[in-house]
Structures are given as structure tokens and as C-alpha cells.
């Protein structure tokens, strides 16, 4: 399909989200959401979408709310590192059809949202910026509150899970789901040996697309007609992601319960230890394994994919 939008002008006509007077999509955004296939407005019957932004450390994130008639709870959607909210469409449909709502924002420096490509400070900046998206939606969206995060958006929620302080009920997730979630990548060692030999000297490093799932239209798609693809990663993330790791495997255990959902052909994230990792800081951890599954979960083979969604359904309907 031939982009008829711009990243610029969706921006400047982009309103900030109030739930007292809900920002209906402009035209520039309608046109954005039918390249992504993200139209379930139009596409799904009884269904309302609705796209503004709130403002958070700074940053001006873009949030999606997608709402059916008789919404039986609301999922909040994390998405993972280079990705945004427009990629998960396949995700999104599935929780609309079992009778959720959606929430779903684009990451600091991701899609939509401000901040520098791919860039954060500090993964704390994660955690301040969710606060203020559940700050904004309690009270307004149905509960009870759910959430998906993949890979750096299993990362967010990890960390949530674990430094999470006494808060109203309201604002807690039910279930937690994640799918290939990080806590180090794949070759973590010899990417700490390089960036602590080039970190110094350089501010970004071009980035390497990898065969990430078994769908071969999406690979084509991240490649050539993406164009909230960034082409390189920030090194300032790197260095935010080395304190982070440090922090979160020396975090004391807490008493919760979440499902990881694991490809066992994953190349991104070393899954083995980090399944270990997050198995020894929270008390009950259901894995469910996809022997083909590659990393990019919620935009695998449609045979992969409808056995991960499966197992999504379960963790929410075992609450």
C-alpha cells in the first residue's frame, strides 16, 4: 500500500487525550491507520478508536485507546524495541474480538512519540512514563486491567512487577503476559566488551535487521515500507539497558504471578537465562514454549501466532 500520510503532519494534528472529550482520528490519522492495517474502527463492527497524547518526562507520547461495546475488561499493550503500536494490529484485533478494550503507546523515541530515535536515559524513564498512562486511564477505562508486552515491552513490565510500590487497586494489572521478554540480549557479553571499547566515541551504530519471525511479508515490510522504522540503534540506550540489567538481576524477589510466552528459535534475547532470571524474582512464572517461534510474537506465521494468542487467552480467562 503507498504511504498518504506523514509522520510530521499526524503529529502536529495529534490532540491531547482527555476521556472528557475523546480525540476522534483527523484525517491524516485515519489515512496512517489503514497503511497499518490498525483501522478496527472501520474494519470491526462496534468498535470506537481514538488517538491523542499525554505528556510524560517530557515527552509527548501518542496513545491509542480502542474501545467495543460492552468492553469486558481493558488490555494495556508494550510494545518492544524499534517497534510501534502500528505493528501490532494482529494483537490488537485479537483482544478486541475476545471482548477487550486496548491501550497501546508508542515508547520514548518510537513511532509516533517524541524523544530521540531510539534513545532513552534510563529505563526508570519506562516506568514513569507507564504511571502516567494508568494515572490518566483509571477510572476511565473498564476493568479489570490486563497487560501484553513484548520483548523491551516484557522488560517494562518485569521491572513494573518488581519496583511497583503500594498503589490503588485500580491501577494493578490483573495478569501480566509476556512474550519473549528481555532482560539480556543474545551475545550480551561480547555487546558489553564493544560498547564499552566504542560507547565513548559514538552517539549511534546502524542498525542490522535480523529474520526475526517466520512470516516473510513482515520481515519485507520492517525493511523497505515501514516508515517509523529507525535505521539505527542508540547507543545511550545500550547504556541505559547495561545499568538496567545490573539493577533488575540483583532486584529481591516479590510474591506475583506471570506467563512468558517463548519462541525456542529466538536469536534477539537470551532466553534461557532470562526465562531464569525472572523464574527467581517472581514466585509463579506458567511458560508456554513455541518450538518454531522465532522473536517477533505477536507478528509470526499465522499457525505460530494463533498458538501464542491461545496461550493468552488462557492466562487471561485462569484470573
Request: aromatic share 12%; with cysteine; proline share 4%.
Amino acid at each position: 500500500m503507498k504511504q498518504d500520510w506523514t509522520r510530521s503532519k499526524l503529529i502536529a494534528e495529534m490532540e491531547a487525550f482527555s476521556f472528557k472529550n475523546l480525540p476522534i482520528l483527523s484525517d491524516e490519522t485515519t489515512r496512517y491507520c489503514r497503511y497499518y492495517q490498525i483501522d478496527f474502527s472501520e474494519t470491526v463492527p462496534d468498535v470506537e478508536h481514538y488517538l491523542g497524547s499525554f505528556d510524560a518526562l517530557g515527552y509527548r507520547m501518542a496513545m491509542h485507546y480502542y474501545l467495543p461495546v460492552s468492553a469486558k475488561g481493558t488490555v494495556f499493550i508494550f510494545h518492544g524495541y524499534f517497534d510501534h503500536v502500528g505493528l501490532y494490529g494482529h494483537l490488537i484485533k485479537h483482544c478486541i474480538e475476545q471482548g477487550f478494550a486496548v491501550v497501546a503507546y508508542d515508547l520514548p523515541g518510537h513511532g509516533l512519540s517524541s524523544g530521540r530515535p531510539t534513545a532513552i536515559q534510563s529505563f526508570e524513564d519506562y516506568q514513569v512514563v507507564l504511571s502516567g498512562c494508568l494515572n490518566l486511564c483509571a477510572e476511565h477505562v473498564e476493568e479489570p486491567f490486563y497487560a501484553i508486552g513484548q520483548s523491551t515491552g516484557g522488560a517494562v513490565l518485569v521491572d513494573h512487577t518488581l519496583n511497583r510500590t503500594e498503589s490503588p487497586k485500580a491501577l494493578e494489572f490483573k495478569k501480566i503476559v509476556l512474550l519473549a521478554p528481555l532482560v539480556r540480549p543474545v551475545g550480551w557479553n561480547s555487546a558489553l566488551f564493544m560498547h564499552t571499547i566504542i560507547g565513548p566515541f559514538l552517539s549511534t551504530w546502524k542498525r542490522v535487521f535480523s529474520e526475526n519471525s517466520n512470516d516473510p511479508a513482515f520481515i519485507k515490510f520492517l525493511k523497505k515500507h515501514d516508515p517509523l522504522q529507525s535505521r539505527i540503534m542508540s547507543i545511550e540506550w545500550i547504556s541505559a539497558l547495561r545499568r538496567w540489567i545490573k539493577k533488575i538481576e540483583s532486584t529481591p524477589s516479590v510474591d506475583a504471578k506471570v506467563s512468558i510466552i517463548q519462541g525456542q528459535r529466538d536469536m534477539t534475547v537470551d532466553w534461557r537465562h532470562n526465562i531464569t532470571i525472572i523464574q527467581q524474582k517472581i514466585s509463579e512464572v506458567d511458560v508456554h514454549y513455541l518450538p518454531k517461534g522465532r522473536h517477533h510474537l505477536v507478528n509470526e506465521s499465522v499457525e505460530i501466532r494463533s498458538v501464542a494468542f491461545s496461550f493468552i487467552d488462557e492466562a487471561f480467562s485462569a484470573t
